[in-house]
């Protein structure tokens, strides 16, 4: 049993950062991020293309070094050390395998190289086939897998090494939407059956949000939000966050000064906030709306679009663009008028010139029409 000591996170980088000199300047892909992982959690770097979650995650691998800062894995610090001494497993976008060589080469080559002996690669592996539902595969060739199976091939390859750390970038992105879904249960559970530390880089908030412990959202080099992905979800700390996360995206709606309050920007009323927001932006999520009740406010319908399970409509208050998510089918059509409202909880609102979240006491949130 190991001696109880001082809590060491799995992976901590402390303020590091990593600038590239072009033509045009100096650009800052990382810059001055600090995070820490606890051991045996699943946790994604989230963002839009050259946001810098790809060069952190390099970082962290030792595939290149850092202008500054520092990096720790398991508490010891690696920042100077290469990719082999850190004792980590990558997966990339790429596959990777060695054509000319089966499933069961190309998943024990590492070991080989290593030079494990005979009899614990084989023990590894069955156990590691078994776990990915390659067994009755490993005498096959890459150009007899699917794409869902060449990738099993590339995760199997790195977890065989038994590092307790596991670095993905953007491992599935090559395959099909329902592979997708597929490959993130898969990778999910078994990051909880082995219990290692799992870093995973994406562009796809669906990704982060059904697969993270822990979600650390970049925008240009910079941490937005580290948090839950409830956190992110139901507290996003900036505008940035609330229309990244969420499909459709939140709806942001500037406030303005009205008889006794704040009122949406270009409209009379009804009033949807106290007058100490008036200057502020509004959020409200598609999802949260209420459609054709006899209070909220008056919106007209411009573009329907039926999904099955529920509908997605397109609005116009005032100037303003707002999207509602409703269940099934509705009664609407374009051009048609209705009103939309919302709980007081379901409101979010920001700075209107920084965009940070401003955070209301209880009593607040009620204070408006919709209570």
């Known amino acids: 049993m190991r001696p109880k000591g001082p809590s060491v996170s799995a992976i901590a980088a402390e303020n590091i950062s990593k600038h590239w000199t072009t033509a045009d300047g100096q650009v800052r892909a990382v810059d001055g991020l600090s995070f820490a992982f606890d051991e045996g959690t699943l946790n994604v770097l ?55 060589l089966s499933v069961a080469e190309n998943i024990v080559f590492g070991l080989r190289v290593r030079k494990v002996r005979d009899a614990e690669r084989e023990v590894r592996l069955k156990r590691v086939a078994g776990l990915l539902g390659l067994s009755k595969l490993l005498d096959r060739k890459p150009s007899q897998l699917s794409g869902g199976q060449q990738q099993r091939v590339a995760l199997g390859r790195a977890i065989i090494a038994e ?8 491992p599935l992105s090559n395959l099909d939407a329902q592979l997708r879904q597929e490959m993130r249960q898969e990778i999910r559970q078994l990051q909880r059956e082995l219990g290692i530390t799992m870093v995973y880089v994406t562009h796809d908030q669906v990704e982060a949000m059904t697969m993270a412990d822990r979600v650390i959202l970049l925008n240009a080099g910079r941490i937005e939000q580290n948090g839950t992905p409830v956190d992110l979800y139901e507290t996003p700390a900036n505008i940035f966050v609330a229309r990244f996360i969420g499909t459709p995206p939140m709806n942001l709606l500037p406030l303005a000064e009205g008889a006794g309050g704040a009122v949406i920007a270009g409209t009379t009323g009804p009033l949807v906030a106290g007058a100490e927001l008036s200057a502020a932006t509004m959020g409200v999520r598609p999802e949260h709306v209420a459609l054709g009740r006899e209070t909220g406010v008056e919106a007209q319908v411009e573009t329907l679009e039926y999904l099955g399970a529920d509908s997605l409509i397109t609005c116009r208050i005032g100037a303003h663009a707002f999207a509602a998510r409703v269940a099934g089918r509705t009664g609407l059509a374009s051009g048609d008028r209705t009103r939309v409202s919302w709980a007081p909880g379901a409101q979010h609102f920001f700075d209107g010139v920084k965009g940070a979240r401003v955070d209301l006491e209880p009593s607040h949130h009620g204070a408006t029409m919709f209570a």
Do not use: W
């Not at 590092?163 to 953007?170: I, Q, T």
């Open 163 to 170: 590092a307790p750390v596991c670095l993905m970038d953007e």
């Open 46 to 100: 989230l963002g839009p293309s050259g946001c810098g979650k790809s060069t952190t995650l390099r970082l962290i691998a030792g595939l290149e070094p850092a202008d500054q800062g520092r990096i720790l894995i398991g508490g010891r610090d690696v920042t100077r050390l290469p990719p082999a001494q850190r004792n980590i497993a990558m997966v990339f976008q790429s596959y990777a395998l060695f054509p000319h």
